[in-house]
């Protein structure tokens, strides 16, 4: 049983008018920065904790991300908190987008992939040319792939991927 409600977008933004609802956006800090719905406050998902949310007046705290999943953690983060919150907004800001509501975007904010995502599309090719060089040629390839799993592990634990500053420093620009 959910004791939360999806929001449409538009239902959201009349209520952010009217002063009925207090977005809460639980994207990162970069994400907020690069692009935000009016009005959103941010309480990024890695350092979220309900019992920090504004409270105290009578709006209803709607949450939102970038598609709904982070959005979907934090309500269930609130919920075992036993805070109240309204729900979050259907397809977080990319459904808001695609409902033709406005943003708020930083001028120099990046268009395509961060770097990140480069990193891991070009991992995952690399892994895929490795199974595929094992299959035709030697076994011996999947070596290629193994190194490029064991970096992407290492850089999940430590939250350094050697990957991400060589891209950097070959002045990879997202976008």
């Known amino acids: 049983m959910t004791d939360h409600k999806d ?20 994207r990162e800090a970069g994400e907020f920065a690069d ?34 999943g982070r959005s979907g953690r934090a309500l269930q983060m609130c919920r075992e908190a036993d805070i109240k919150v309204a729900g979050h907004v ?3 800001i990319l459904g808001w987008k695609a409902s033709k509501l406005p943003t708020l975007r930083a001028e120099d904010a ?3 992939m961060t770097i990140q995502q480069a990193v891991m599309a070009m991992a995952s090719f690399l ?11 030697s076994p011996w390839f999947l070596v290629l792939g193994a ?17 991400s500053s ?10």
């Open 166 to 175: 060589v891209f950097a420093s070959l002045g990879f620009r997202p976008g």
């Open 127 to 137: 892994v895929l040319v490795s199974i595929g060089l094992s299959l035709v040629f």
């Open 35 to 68: 692009e935000r719905i009016p009005g959103a406050i941010l309480a990024p998902l890695s350092g979220f904790k309900p019992d920090c949310l504004p409270r105290g007046d009578d709006r209803e705290i709607i949450l939102h991300c970038k598609s709904g």
């Open 7 to 26: 929001f449409e977008p538009a239902e959201v933004q009349a209520g952010l008018e009217a002063g009925r609802y207090l977005l809460v956006d639980v």
């Open 90 to 92: 259907k397809g977080g």
């Open 110 to 112: 990046p268009t395509g």
């Open 147 to 163: 190194g490029v799993s064991a970096m992407l592990l290492q850089a999940s634990f430590t939250g350094f991927c050697p990957a």
